[in-house]
T-cell receptor
Framework: DVKVTQSSRYLVKRTGEKVFLECVQD?????MFWYRQDPGLGLRLIYF???????EKGDIPEGYSVSREKKERFSLILESASTNQTSMYLC?????????????FGSGTQLSVL | KNEVEQSPQNLTAQEGEFITINCSYS?????LHWLQQHPGGGIVSLFM???GKKKHGRLIATINIQEKHSSLHITASHPRDSAVYIC???????????FGKGTRLSVIA
């Protein structure tokens, strides 16, 4: 089974800190995604990547950056954390589209910024 | 941009009931996904549809491309089916999925 691993389940940071959220997948997937999930808003796409060293902005990229130096690892960076970035962050990976297309999610990181 | 609307937002059912969750989208798509999220848990993919109908155990997903509508049915519902069910569409090609806000289902014994 595909495994998508996020480095922390819970994280507490202070306003202004630089925060790194790590995501690793073990199935050689090309596509990787970072979402945040907030009550009443559903999943919102922050950034995605279709290949190593490639990144694309999603719907809400402001205040975030990403890094994909290796195919299996996709990192989300909060350059200067703010309280409105308190949220559940979910990483996902998938193969390119087709009849067997399937999205695999990590278990999420609940980030609290104080 | 594709808008994805799910109904109902919340649903409470008695164990054994037949359940239907609906998903409508605004523009043409290449694929539609149904996903499940248990409380405190991660999200798992249930189905990917581009046409017709798929069945897995007690879950059935259908899609009507002309009407831009999909339904997820659960037969003989059970308390372990309690979860948030999320619909997501792919507008075309390898574009990212657009997600609905989810339907929260509670099945009471």
């Amino acid at each position: 089974d595909v495994k998508v691993t996020q480095s922390s389940r819970y994280l507490v940071k202070r306003t202004g800190e630089k925060v790194f959220l790590e995501c690793v997948q073990d199935m050689d997937h090309e596509n990787m995604f970072w979402y945040r999930q907030d009550p009443g808003l559903g999943l919102r796409l922050i950034y995605f990547s279709y290949d190593v060293k490639m990144k694309e902005k999603g719907d809400i990229p402001e205040g975030y950056s990403v890094s994909r130096e290796k195919k299996e690892r996709f990192s989300l960076i909060l350059e200067s954390a703010s309280t409105n970035q308190t949220s559940m962050y979910l990483c996902a990976s998938s193969l390119l589209g087709g009849q067997n297309e399937k999205l695999f999610f990590g278990s999420g990181t609940q980030l609290s910024v104080l | 941009k594709n808008e994805v609307e799910q109904s109902p937002q919340n649903l409470t059912a008695q164990e054994g009931e037949f359940i239907t969750i609906n998903c409508s989208y605004s523009v043409g798509i290449s694929a539609l996904h149904w996903l499940q999220q248990h409380p405190g848990g991660g999200i798992v993919s249930l189905f990917m549809l581009s046409s017709g109908k798929k069945k897995h155990g007690r879950l059935i997903a259908t899609i009507n491309i002309q009407e831009k509508h999909s339904s997820l049915h659960i037969t003989a519902s059970h308390p372990r089916d309690s979860a948030v069910y999320i619909c997501a569409v792919r507008p075309g090609g390898n574009t990212p999925l657009v997600f609905g806000k989810g339907t929260r289902l509670s099945v009471i014994a």
